[in-house]
């Protein structure tokens, strides 16, 4: 084979190492996300389809039809200036141009590994995660049409940091502020769940973040049986989800398959007229904290 064959294998082979490690990077819930964890009864494959239909279909009516981006800016128009730059110079600017290419197509919704069995992880993009899931258990709650099979529970991800408690403790002091820091105010509970993490104890998470919330304003109290917000915590090996949601138990935590079971002698909560967008939630909540899937 000649030289050039040679290289050209050898080439070929290193791109392709390459794009292996990229997509396996890409595909990981990791720091810096939002999106939906969502458990599954045992078929990740089918709760993927089934996540994608149920997020689409709702996803167009918050936000509109899903627009990809356009390649036809992407090219500065600058190519004779550049006529000159020396072979690194135009295989940055070449790289430069898959990556906003890449930013520029990325969709509105995302599967990600979540580093857990039967959990999967759809990554959002330009769409508020509790706002959407809370919208859809609203309607399957007053429609009571079933929409899904395999599909658990769906959790919206507004907030995830490293999980460890420094990094835990000093992320929620920033995450916690629109809900509880004055004059804002609630009441609220713990839920908690961790999967494949041995560096976290659950008590001292509990204790370290309503600690938080007390002291972003004295007047927000742990309340056991009809709490404002619930503040979810869903650990997955070193990577810790947060989100702060309403209704909670009248969703049935947040469970597809038993909220279109419930009565309609509960109605989900209603924003007030203040600028916090509170509300009144007629149910009885679970305890503190919560170890269930």
């Not at 906003?100 to 599967?111: A, D, G, M, Y």
């Not at 959002?124 to 599909?151: C, F, G, M, S």
């Not at 839920?191 to 004295?218: F, Q, T, W």
Request: proline share 3%; with cysteine; aromatic share 6%.
């Amino acid at each position: 084979m000649s030289a050039e064959g040679q290289k050209g294998k050898k080439r070929g082979k290193s791109q392709y190492l390459g794009d292996a490690k990229r997509h396996k990077g890409s595909k990981q819930l990791e720091v810096g996300m939002q999106g939906i964890l969502i458990t599954c009864n045992m078929n990740e494959r089918k709760c993927v389809g089934e996540a994608y239909s149920l997020l689409n279909e709702y996803g167009e009516v918050l936000y509109g039809a899903e627009k990809l981006g356009e390649k036809d800016d992407l090219a500065s128009g600058n190519e004779e200036e550049e006529d000159d730059d020396d072979m690194e110079a135009a295989l940055k600017k070449e790289v430069d141009q898959i990556r906003t290419s890449t930013e520029k197509n990325l969709r509105r919704f995302q599967s990600m590994e979540s580093g857990a069995n039967n959990v999967v992880f759809i990554r959002t993009l330009n769409v508020d995660p509790e706002k959407l899931v809370h919208y859809i258990l609203k309607d399957l709650y007053t429609t009571k049409k079933k929409k899904t099979r395999v599909i658990l529970r769906m959790l919206p991800v507004t907030g995830t940091c490293k999980a460890f408690p420094d990094d835990l403790k000093k992320y929620a002091e920033a995450f916690f502020q629109p809900w509880f820091k004055a004059p804002n105010k609630g009441t609220f509970q713990i839920v908690y769940k961790s999967r494949n993490n041995n560096h976290m104890n659950r008590d001292e998470v509990i204790k370290d973040l309503a600690g938080i919330v007390g002291s972003l304003n004295p007047e927000n109290k742990v309340d056991l049986s009809n709490p404002e917000y619930t503040i979810v915590v869903e650990i997955i090996k070193s990577v810790c989800c947060l989100s702060v949601v309403k209704d909670y138990t009248l969703f049935r935590k947040y469970n597809l398959q038993e909220v279109v079971k419930a009565t309609k002698e509960e109605k989900p909560q209603q924003p007030a007229n203040d600028d916090k967008q509170k509300a009144q939630e007629q149910t009885q909540e679970e305890p503190v904290s919560d170890a269930n899937a």
